[in-house]
């Protein structure tokens, strides 16, 4: 039997979530949309239960979560956005500026996204009485969901695809121009970057983990960083970025590069968060 009849078909669904008449919402911007009013949620709840945190004290008031919302909103799309721009198309955006503007066209940077989330989360705090780590304990139990549905996301688009495998679960994408069977990596990370390190965030939180102040955003950052790292050898890299550094002889892709930092940083302040004694 050929190779491309073995493969599983890929599903035919409409890029447009919402369509009314010549305006449409896609499901990516469905999914940002998503996971940012689900995670606002989540820390509402969160910061309602004084008892998960130290002191017995949330970080801040739960009607100030609203705020910390409008924060991380533009702290991910900007921070995304530039992200993108640098670590991954800096040439052609050098040469054509405008384009930058058009983010209805794709392409977003879970790095820069993260670095325009912590410099929200940073000025949140300092224009309302909040303590940042555990500030950032809270936008770290809330993260997961938005990276659950931006990477299921990225499958329905058909975008960012895997590597060619053969395996039992390849498909093959309908935008991809070569048209051979690949991983679906999108759905690997919306496995491990968001629904696998939700619930381990969870688990910590609620167990007592929030009493820790940096200790479940440390295992976010470590783990985020770790999930990348190991997703990256079934994705297929950016034009260009196939091979970023060559240390021991083994090739590292951009998101690779960009994520064993967040490994280290991320260890260092899970371990800092567990030296001190609960409070």
């Known amino acids: 039997m050929p190779l491309i009849e073995m493969v599983l078909p890929f599903p035919d669904i409409d890029p447009f979530a919402i369509r009314i008449g010549p305006i449409g919402i ?4 469905l999914a940002y949309i998503v996971g940012l009013l689900l995670g606002w949620r989540y820390v509402m709840m969160l910061t309602r239960r004084e008892r998960l945190w130290a002191n017995d004290t949330p970080p801040f008031a739960p009607d100030r979560a609203e705020a910390l919302l409008f ?7 900007i921070g995304g956005r530039l992200g993108y721009v640098l670590f991954y198309n800096f040439s052609h955006y050098s040469q054509n500026p405008l384009d930058i503007l058009k983010t209805w066209e794709g392409g977003m940077s879970f790095h820069g996204g993260f670095l325009g989330v912590v410099i929200g989360a940073a000025l949140f705090c300092r224009l309302n009485p909040a303590r940042p780590l555990s500030t950032a304990d809270a936008v770290a139990c809330a993260a997961p969901f938005g990276l659950l549905f931006g990477r299921i996301a990225n499958f329905i688009n058909g975008e960012l695809w895997g590597k060619p495998w053969d395996g039992a679960w390849a498909f093959v994408f309908p ?3 070569a048209q051979v069977p690949r991983h679906p990596s999108q759905l690997y990370e919306a496995a491990l970057e968001g629904l696998l390190l939700m619930i381990v965030l969870a688990v ?3 167990s007592g983990g929030l009493k820790r102040p940096g200790l479940v955003a440390g295992l976010f950052i470590a783990g985020y960083g770790a999930s990348r790292a190991v997703v990256e050898f079934f994705r297929e890299p950016n034009p260009g970025l196939e091979c970023v550094i060559a240390p021991f002889g083994q090739c590292l892709q951009m998101g690779q590069l960009l994520s064993l930092p967040m490994v280290a940083v991320g260890l260092a302040l899970a371990a800092l968060a567990l030296m001190r004694k609960p409070v």
Do not use: E, L, N, S
């Not at 896609?26 to 911007?29: I, Q």
């Not at 924060?71 to 799309?77: D, K, L, P, V």
């Open 204 to 206: 910590v939180a609620w």
């Open 175 to 177: 935008h991809d121009p």
């Open 26 to 29: 896609r499901w990516y911007a």
């Open 71 to 77: 924060f991380a909103t533009f702290g991910t799309i």
